[in-house]
Structure formats: C-alpha cells, structure tokens
C-alpha cells in the first residue's frame, strides 16, 4: 500500500485548535469578560447595569442585596419581555410579587428556576452565587 505525503502530514481535525468562536460558545461570558474588561462576574454585573439603566429604583452594585426585592430581576427581564412584567406597576415593598413575576416571565421562555422564592423572601442579602448564576441563564438564553 502506498502512502502520499499528503496522508502523513494531514492532522486530524480533533486536534485543531477550537476556534474562538466555539469557545465563546461553550462559555458566553468569556466574551463578555472581554467586551467589558475585568473577570466574568464583573462583566456580567456592568452588563445587567447597562441593561437596567434607566429604570427606576434599580441600582445594581452587587449580586445580592441588589437583587433581593425582585426589582433588579423584573427589570432586567422587562427588557426582554416586556408584555410579561408590568414594571411600571411594581414596588420594592411588594418582595413576593415581583420575584413571583420574575420568575414565572424567565421560565415562560424556559429558563429554569435557580433561585427559590423561599429563599429569597426571607433575606435581604441572597446568595451572590446563586443570583449570579441565574443572571448568566438569563444572559446566555437572551444574548447568545
């Protein structure tokens, strides 16, 4: 059997390096890392700031306290699917309703629920982590 040179210098495509495109795929928030500058956690947080400007009574410094009356999220979510929060209607007082909103707009177009309202309803501090991931469901299934 003869061999072509052409058969031993060809590298199989497993072994190509991935493109940068794919791996931004893989992880959007990379990207956004990059656009924004900084590590990912603050990129999403300029990128929910930027988002939200505008809307009253939302002032996004954090991924907890600035979150927990439900506000951030119904705000962030209204920029998207606006027919399902009436965000001119909501107030900071009325916790329960508007991360109820929130939540059921998200998963109306199948974002899972990561936060549970229980949780939620009892502490004005949330746990940053989970805040964030459920932020970065919300970016992924809208911006990429």
Known sequence: MAFSSRMLTSTPSSLKPQSKLSVERKDPLAALAREYGGSKRNALLKWCQKKTEGYQNIDITNFSS??????????????????????????????????????????????????????????????????????AQIYKYFET
């Open 66 to 135: 600035s979150w927990s009356d439900g506000l951030a999220f119904c705000a962030l979510l209204h920029t998207y699917l606006p027919a399902h929060i009436p965000y001119q209607e909501l107030n900071s007082q009325d916790k329960k309703r508007n991360l109820l909103l929130a939540f059921q707009a998200a998963e109306s177009v199948g974002i899972k629920p990561s936060l549970e309202l229980s949780e939620m309803m009892y502490t004005d501090r949330p746990d940053w982590q989970s805040v964030m991931q459920y932020v």
